[in-house]
């Protein structure tokens, strides 16, 4: 006794070579071409795909920008408020330090003391900040690099 093969559903397959019946499929006859479009016509609608997709993404570019500089905006806001409380803060601390030290020394020669220290600090963040300036590079060597190859991809299909 055989036993049947069993074969996977195969919703393509056609039983006795009769169309499936669904419009995609065109009677033509032997040796018409595929697509009844001339070539100029091809080329046209797929550079029109080519500029509707490029504007689109575009749009997209600049809808998912506007929000992340909106975000960014409202950060930059909030750490200027907090730059502010900081310099606040310090302000009264130093002020609170002066009379302190008004408890052991003339007032003038607290004061001194204070300027000195935060002369310090300025002078410190100043040359911190210059060194971080001159080792940062702003001529962006990953974008540059992919840049070039995307220009060597474009070269190399063009030809």
């Known amino acids: 006794m055989t036993q049947?093969?069993?074969?996977?559903?195969d919703p393509a397959a056609q039983p006795h070579g009769q169309p499936s019946g669904s419009s995609s499929q065109v009677d033509?006859?032997?040796g018409e071409p595929a697509d009844p479009r001339s070539l100029g016509e091809i080329v046209s609608d797929v550079t029109n795909d080519l500029?509707?997709?490029i504007k689109q993404e575009m749009d997209l570019a600049k809808v998912e920008m506007k929000e992340e500089?909106?975000?960014a905006g409202k950060g930059a806001g909030l750490l200027?408020?907090?730059?502010l409380a900081g310099y606040f803060v310090l302000f009264f601390l130093s002020w609170t330090l002066l009379f302190l030290l008004?408890?052991?020394?003339?007032?003038?020669?607290s004061a001194l003391i204070i300027t000195g220290v935060w002369a310090i600090v300025a002078g410190v963040l100043a040359l911190t900040g210059r060194k971080a300036l001159k080792e940062s590079n702003p001529q962006l060597?990953?974008?540059?690099?992919?840049?070039?190859e995307d220009a060597?991809?474009?070269?190399?299909?063009?030809s």
Do not use: C, Y
């Open 69 to 71: 500089f909106s975000k």
């Open 51 to 53: 500029t509707t997709l």
């Open 141 to 148: 060597p990953q974008t540059q690099q992919t840049l070039k």
């Open 4 to 9: 049947p093969t069993h074969q996977p559903f």
């Open 80 to 83: 200027g408020g907090a730059g």
């Open 152 to 158: 060597a991809w474009a070269r190399a299909q063009k």
């Open 102 to 109: 008004d408890n052991w020394m003339p007032i003038e020669v």
């Open 28 to 30: 033509r006859a032997p």
